[in-house]
């Protein structure tokens, strides 16, 4: 009972690709592959959006400080 040889998985693979068709399993390999490539560029744009975003609030701050406009403050005259 121990473990599978290499027969075994051969014979799984037969079985599977009778099932399945060569068709179907070259489809879910590319769907397969695509799926990793997107899930490693999105790892890649968190990765370069969390060191971005501390220098996008820094430069928010200064265009802030640049449109602020100094007024001042007055009574209104009691009636």
Known sequence: ????SIWHWLIVL???VLVFGTG???N???DLGGAI???KEGMREGETAATEKPKEIAQEKTTAEA???DVEAKEKPKA
């Open 14 to 16: 037969v079985i599977v």
């Open 1 to 4: 009972m121990g473990s599978l």
């Open 24 to 26: 179907k399993l070259k």
């Open 28 to 30: 879910l390999g590319k």
């Open 67 to 69: 449109e602020a406009v």
């Open 37 to 39: 490539k997107g899930f």
